[in-house]
């Protein structure tokens, strides 16, 4: 205990940066998850190449993809877009699948019925399908805000500023409280996240829980 | 009026769900399509509202021809009720009777106030309002589907099967309930149904419908009832098995309507209470 309180304002701060991390890569993974999975669901033929590509995404070791995307897009290995670009196709690999489950869970009545009432193509897009897909959305969500959480400690290896860094540095130096503090801040603060995610779909989804 | 010239639907793989099918459906009136499933019925109500355009052949509204006419403002301005209702899970029963005012623009406090109104018209309690779909009952929900249908004030109103769900009482009051908002509104009903006791029940006009949409009778209940035109129209009726000739049978408790296997249908009523109609 000694040592978070001597080191508070070091913990703040490697906290903060991994959040600048981890949530750029969350929103944007989940931003473009829904175009994808919506190709995916409305072109038959692209639905197991697509999938199969995302998914396969997440078979490739995490260390070298930090390694292997700055050779491709010319960034630094250490820089804010390598870290959340790395992150974001961890993400995506996660949520593609998800978001055309999403859209898929919606029933064919209700299309029918929203074409039927004078919906056009778009508006019946955002104001039905999305909103629909809601539950199965967030439930994807939810697995990738964790994942991502968790996946930023990995770039601390390269020497990225965030709560990783404490277990790396407790590690070397050979100081547990370090070592610890860095796992339990990290699993909190994906169980922070989880939560507030929880939360925001009752308040934006009251009706789901009317289905059950 | 709706009028069908010489319409046929076939799809790429050969199959005709609708072979040259001309009829036309009177202002104000209800007509009910009857028939088995996949004898092209919906087909035909769907190609009203250019949800399904025929391969051949001409839909006209009046005097206007549906395919000169964009789909999305054609059917705002035609009701829609179908089976299970079709409404939005994730609006209040409200938003859902209002969904087509709300679509064309209008403000949301006048949009409210006539779904209201539509609300007690189909007898929902206002209290229902504030609910989503998933707390009402089946007939309940199916009733914010008529109201859904009315609410852009249409002059057509299409109705797939709009009571197949729900069980049988609940579907008798629908149907009363139906009978007593066209004898206000007179609206021009398309009604599609399998159930010969509701095409009976509903209709003015009833076209019995064999494969292909190839038209087997057209006429009122009673010319239906009395004259079948063929055999396949005596057999949809049920005549071959007994159940539309019917028969009188004095018993100790009274005079029994029994048909033709004997089974009783119901009791001779009090002379002196006609039928309602």
Same mark, same amino acid.
């Given at each position: 205990?000694?040592w978070?309180?001597?080191?508070l304002?070091?913990?703040?701060?490697?906290?903060?940066?991994h959040?600048l991390?981890?949530?750029?890569?969350?929103?944007?993974?989940?931003i473009?998850?829904?175009?994808?999975?919506?190709?995916?669901?409305?072109?038959?033929?692209?639905?197991?190449?697509l999938?199969t590509?995302?998914?396969l995404?997440y078979a490739?070791?995490?260390?070298?993809?930090f390694?292997?995307?700055?050779?491709?897009?010319?960034?630094?290995?250490?820089?804010?877009?390598?870290?959340?670009?790395?992150?974001?196709?961890?993400?995506?690999?996660?949520?593609v699948r998800?978001?055309?489950?999403?859209?898929?869970?919606?029933?064919?009545?209700?299309?029918?019925?929203?074409?039927?009432?004078?919906?056009?193509?778009?508006s019946r897009?955002?104001?039905?399908?999305?909103?629909?897909a809601?539950?199965?959305l967030?439930?994807?969500?939810?697995?990738?805000?964790?994942?991502?959480?968790s996946?930023?400690?990995?770039?601390?290896?390269?020497?990225?500023?965030?709560?990783?860094?404490?277990?790396?540095?407790?590690?070397?130096?050979?100081?547990?409280?370090?070592?610890?503090?860095?796992?339990?801040?990290?699993?909190?603060l994906?169980?922070?996240?989880d939560?507030?995610?929880?939360?925001?779909?009752?308040?934006?989804?009251?009706?789901?829980?009317?289905?059950? | 009026?709706i009028?069908?010239?010489?319409?046929?639907?076939?799809?790429?793989?050969?199959?005709?769900a609708?072979?040259?099918?001309?009829?036309e459906?009177?202002?104000?009136?209800?007509t009910?399509?009857v028939?088995?499933?996949?004898?092209?019925k919906?087909?035909l109500?769907?190609?009203?509202?250019?949800?399904?355009?025929?391969?051949?052949?001409?839909?006209w509204?009046?005097?206007?021809?549906?395919?000169? =006419? %964009?789909? $999305? /403002? #054609?059917?705002?301005?035609?009701?829609y009720?179908?089976?299970? *209702?079709?409404? &939005?899970p994730?609006?209040?029963?409200?938003?859902? =009777? %209002?969904t $087509? /005012? #709300?679509?064309?623009?209008?403000?949301?406090?006048?949009?409210? *106030?006539?779904? &209201?109104?539509?609300?007690?018209?189909?007898?929902?309690?206002a209290?229902?309002?504030?609910?989503?779909?998933?707390?009402?009952?089946?007939?309940?929900?199916?009733r914010?589907?008529?109201?859904?249908?009315?609410?852009?004030?249409?002059?057509?109103?299409?109705?797939?099967?709009?009571?197949?769900?729900?069980?049988?009482?609940?579907?008798?009051?629908?149907q009363?309930e139906?009978?007593?908002?066209?004898?206000?509104l007179?609206?021009?009903?398309?009604?599609v149904?399998?159930?010969?006791?509701?095409?009976?029940a509903?209709?003015d006009?009833?076209?019995?419908l064999?494969k292909?949409?190839?038209?087997?009778?057209?006429?009122?209940?009673?010319?239906?009832?009395?004259?079948?035109?063929?055999?396949?129209?005596?057999?949809?009726?049920?005549?071959?098995?007994g159940?539309?000739?019917?028969?009188l049978?004095?018993?100790?408790?009274?005079?029994?309507?029994?048909?033709?296997?004997g089974?009783?249908?119901?009791?001779?009523?009090?002379?002196?209470?006609?039928?309602?109609?």
């Amino acid at each position: 205990m000694s040592w978070v309180m001597a080191n508070l304002p070091m913990i703040g701060g490697r906290t903060l940066s991994h959040l600048l991390l981890a949530l750029p890569a969350i929103l944007l993974s989940f931003i473009l998850a829904i175009p994808l999975g919506w190709f995916a669901n409305t072109y038959r033929w692209s639905r197991t190449t697509l999938l199969t590509a995302a998914a396969l995404l997440y078979a490739i070791p995490s260390l070298p993809l930090f390694v292997m995307l700055p050779a491709i897009f010319g960034f630094g290995v250490r820089e804010f877009a390598n870290v959340v670009a790395a992150l974001t196709l961890y993400g995506l690999a996660l949520m593609v699948r998800s978001a055309a489950d999403a859209l898929a869970s919606v029933g064919t009545p209700v299309r029918q019925s929203s074409t039927a009432m004078g919906f056009s193509a778009s508006s019946r897009f955002w104001q039905v399908e999305l909103p629909l897909a809601g539950p199965v959305l967030l439930a994807g969500l939810r697995v990738v805000s964790v994942s991502t959480i968790s996946l930023v400690t990995v770039s601390s290896l390269l020497g990225v500023d965030n709560l990783g860094l404490l277990f790396v540095d407790g590690f070397q130096r050979g100081i547990i409280a370090e070592v610890i503090t860095g796992i339990v801040v990290t699993v909190l603060l994906a169980v922070i996240f989880d939560g507030l995610l929880v939360l925001l779909g009752r308040i934006l989804m009251p009706w789901a829980r009317a289905r059950r | 009026m709706i009028r069908f010239d010489h319409v046929s639907k076939s799809y790429p793989d050969g199959t005709e769900a609708v072979r040259d099918f001309t009829l036309e459906l009177p202002s104000g009136q209800t007509t009910v399509l009857v028939g088995s499933s996949g004898c092209g019925k919906t087909t035909l109500l769907r190609m009203v509202n250019r949800m399904i355009d025929p391969t051949s052949g001409t839909v006209w509204i009046d005097d206007e021809n549906v395919a000169d =006419v %964009a789909p $999305v /403002p #054609l059917r705002r301005r035609i009701g829609y009720v179908m089976q299970n *209702a079709g409404l &939005l899970p994730h609006r209040k029963v409200i938003d859902n =009777v %209002a969904t $087509v /005012p #709300l679509l064309n623009g209008v403000p949301k406090a006048e949009a409210h *106030a006539k779904a &209201l109104e539509l609300m007690e018209l189909v007898g929902l309690e206002a209290t229902m309002a504030t609910r989503y779909p998933d707390q009402l009952s089946g007939g309940q929900q199916q009733r914010v589907g008529v109201a859904r249908g009315l609410a852009a004030d249409p002059n057509i109103l299409l109705m797939d099967e709009p009571f197949g769900a729900v069980d049988p009482l609940v579907r008798a009051d629908l149907q009363a309930e139906l009978l007593r908002v066209q004898r206000e509104l007179h609206k021009t009903i398309v009604f599609v149904t399998h159930d010969i006791a509701e095409a009976l029940a509903l209709g003015d006009q009833i076209v019995i419908l064999a494969k292909g949409a190839a038209i087997a009778q057209v006429g009122s209940p009673q010319q239906v009832v009395a004259e079948p035109a063929d055999a396949f129209v005596a057999d949809f009726l049920g005549l071959g098995r007994g159940a539309f000739d019917l028969h009188l049978r004095e018993t100790p408790n009274g005079t029994l309507v029994v048909d033709d296997h004997g089974r009783p249908a119901g009791r001779l009523a009090d002379p002196a209470k006609p039928a309602e109609n």
